[in-house]
């Protein structure tokens, strides 16, 4: 059974820095795109960043770019995301997602983690 | 970037009838839509892909159809645990990937 655990959220100042993690389990980790979803308090999805299976090609959603750096550790089976010059509107759980299907990226995820939470105050 | 509008913004309705959402989208995304139901305090979790593909342990009662930029996803007779929000996801043009702003199916 496919598992997905986030960790890591906690309550930032703007400006600051912090590091989420999503210990997975139940597949072979390195065959898959992972990516990052967020949603701010009452709000909708919203797609954050994208890694390939190896880690070689990322990318982002343009008001993170620059800020955020999305990794992944193949050989612990998880995935990161850094996250830096923290703002107000990033305050939001973060969800990690796996692709539907392996190899390239597929950006349909039929597996969620349960989501961490990222405050943002002074 | 590639907009969702979904309608209507909020469905009620009873359990046993049948639930239609729609979701607009601002240029073609081919057959490249999903859907997610969204229960309080849960993740998403996938429903439907690529318009009509049902995910693995979804029931029949769910359908999807479309093309290009008009899509529905429909909810032939409702249980009371259908009532969630539910957002439409495209990935046609990416990035960004992007999500419709939800429906909200309540109980009437």
């Known amino acids: 059974e496919v598992h997905l655990l986030e960790s890591g959220g906690k309550v930032g100042q703007p400006g600051g820095s912090l590091k989420l993690s999503c210990a997975a389990s139940?597949?072979?980790?390195?065959?898959?795109?992972m990516t990052w979803v967020r949603q701010a308090p009452g709000k909708g999805l919203e797609w954050v960043s994208s890694?390939?299976?190896?880690?070689?090609?990322?990318?982002?959603e343009p008001s993170v770019k620059g800020r955020f750096t999305i990794s992944r550790d193949n050989s612990n089976n998880t995935l990161y995301l850094q996250i830096n010059s923290l703002r107000a509107d990033d305050a939001a759980i973060y969800y990690c997602?796996?692709?539907f299907g392996s190899g390239n990226f597929v950006l349909v995820w039929d597996n969620w983690g349960q989501g961490v939470l990222v405050t943002v105050s002074s | 970037d590639i907009v969702l509008t979904q309608s209507p913004a909020t469905l009620s309705l009873s359990p046993g009838e049948k639930a239609t959402l729609s979701c607009r989208a601002s240029q073609s995304v081919g057959n490249f839509l999903a859907w997610y139901q969204q229960r309080p305090g849960q993740a998403p979790r996938l429903l439907v892909y690529d318009t009509s593909h049902r995910a693995v342990g979804i029931p029949a009662r769910f359908s999807g159809s479309g093309s290009g930029t008009d899509f529905t996803l429909t909810i032939s007779s409702l249980e009371p645990e259908d009532f969630a929000v539910y957002y439409c996801?495209?990935?046609?043009?990416?990035?960004?990937?992007?999500f419709g702003q939800g429906t909200k199916l309540e109980i009437k």
């Open positions: 890694i390939s299976n190896n880690g070689d090609r990322t990318y982002y």
């Open positions: 139940g597949f072979t980790f390195s065959d898959y795109v």
């Open positions: 997602a796996k692709d």
């Open positions: 996801q495209q990935r046609r043009s990416w990035p960004p990937v992007t």
